[in-house]
Every structure is written in structure tokens, then in C-alpha cells.
Nanobody
Framework: QVQLVQSGGGLVQAGGSLRLSCAASGSIFSINHWNWYRQAPGKQRELVAT???????NYADSVKGRFTISRDNPKNTGYLQMNSLKPEDTAIYYCAANIYNGGFVERDYWGQGIQVTVSS
């Protein structure tokens, strides 16, 4: 069984920073890519950032230059550093990881979601 647990959300003023963490635990053979998504009220879920197993990153245009995705492979943890936050970044943020589990089955696992609120 694999579980992803998120932490680090909260309330911050515009211009502030937050770092989200997503820790994977359980029967893990390897973690391929990490994704961070967000969903604002009344909007569709949006892919915010991706980091591959090789460390290549990709970002949504709306967060380029402000957000940084990273990973700590020994800790099986993914991160999303969010700087220069804007009110429009307010959303529930979800991590997802593509994982080969202990049974060598590849699938996507999701975190529980965490609220990020940016006040103006």
C-alpha cells in the first residue's frame, strides 16, 4: 500500500511564500514523475508543475518564475516552493506521483489535497 501525505498549506498574504511537501510511504520501488495540481472553486483542476525522474521540470505559464518544483529521492518526497503568491493562486493543491510499487505495478497515487489561501 502506498500513501501520499501533504503538508505545508495555509493562509498567506499576497507576495508571501509557502512550501508544500508531499511524502510518499509504503511499498515503493521507485518514483517516476511528480505532479502538482490545483483546483480553485468553480474551476477545473489545473496542472501546475511536473518534475521527471531525471529532474526535468515544467510549469504552467501562470506560475513560471514564481513556483519551483523539486524532489528528494531518498526521502520519497516532492516539494512545491511557491513565492510571490497572488490571490489567484488560492486553491486546493494536490500532489500526484507516478510510482512503481513493491509489486512492480506502475500507477498514479494522489495526496489528500491541501488548502492554500492568499489574501490581498
Amino acid at each position: 500500500q502506498v500513501q501520499l501525505v501533504q503538508s505545508g498549506g495555509g493562509l498567506v498574504q499576497a507576495g508571501g511564500s509557502l512550501r508544500l511537501s508531499c511524502a510518499a510511504s509504503g511499498s515503493i520501488f521507485s518514483i517516476n514523475h511528480w505532479n502538482w495540481y490545483r483546483q480553485a472553486p468553480g474551476k477545473q483542476r489545473e496542472l501546475v508543475a511536473t518534475i521527471t525522474s531525471g529532474g526535468n521540470t515544467n510549469y504552467a505559464d501562470s506560475v513560471k518564475g514564481r513556483f519551483t518544483i523539486s524532489r528528494d529521492n531518498p526521502k520519497n518526497t516532492g516539494y512545491l516552493q511557491m513565492n510571490s503568491l497572488k490571490p489567484e493562486d488560492t486553491a486546493i493543491y494536490y500532489c500526484a506521483a507516478n510510482i512503481y510499487n513493491g509489486g512492480f505495478v506502475e500507477r498514479d497515487y494522489w495526496g489528500q489535497g491541501i488548502q492554500v489561501t492568499v489574501s490581498s
